[in-house]
């Protein structure tokens, strides 16, 4: 009796797990991850740089980076990248109808990389990137907040022992 009473335990158990698991969403970070690349590109400002950059890249990775690349008129490019679970913070200044968000990481996490530069090529590394932004309003960067911290707590989780 006392088999067949843990096997009906587990049992149990495991039709309870299938059950919640039924209602989870396992797609979160994939979701982060294409909020932000979306909102990126929808919302980049090009005008305030448009009279220096010739053209942009600015990629979320479905590995958890962003990268942003510009290429200058001079020929002279940059390059910005860090792993998204090192965010830390941000702040935006600006008005909603144009300004720059400041992505701060935790430490020196964001790599820099000049190419083509007059000073000479310069690989370094940074605590923030900047982006600049156009049309952004309270709600859409508190969303860009909390994708951020969703990738965050998704990469804590999947690293404990």
């Given at each position: 009796m006392k088999k067949f009473t843990l096997c009906l335990k587990i049992s149990l158990l495991s039709a309870f797990c299938m059950f919640l698991c039924a209602f989870s969403d396992p797609?979160?970070?994939?979701?982060?991850?294409?909020?932000?690349?979306?909102?990126?590109?929808?919302?980049?400002?090009?005008?305030?740089?448009?009279?220096?950059?010739?053209?942009?890249?600015?990629?979320?990775?479905?590995?958890g980076f962003c990268?942003?690349?510009?290429?200058?008129?001079?020929?002279?490019?940059?390059?910005f990248a860090f792993k998204l679970s090192k965010f830390k913070d941000m702040?935006?200044?600006?008005?909603?109808?144009?300004?720059?968000?400041?992505?701060?990481?935790?430490?020196?996490?964001?790599?820099?990389?000049?190419?083509?530069?007059?000073?000479?090529?310069?690989?370094?590394?940074?605590?923030?990137l900047v982006i600049p932004l156009k049309n952004m309003e309270a709600e859409d960067l508190n969303l860009i907040r909390d994708n951020l911290n969703k990738i965050n707590a998704e990469v804590l989780i999947s690293q404990k022992p």
């Open positions: 797609e979160t970070l994939t979701q982060s991850i294409n909020f932000l690349q979306k909102t990126f590109t929808d919302h980049y400002d090009s005008t305030q740089e448009s009279d220096q950059v010739k053209r942009y890249e600015l990629n979320v990775t479905n590995n990268r942003y690349k510009r290429y200058f008129n001079n020929g002279k490019t940059e390059y702040d935006y200044y600006g008005t909603t109808t144009s300004g720059k968000l400041y992505i701060h990481t935790k430490g020196d996490d964001v790599i820099v990389q000049t190419y083509k530069d007059k000073g000479g090529d310069v690989d370094s590394m940074a605590t923030q």
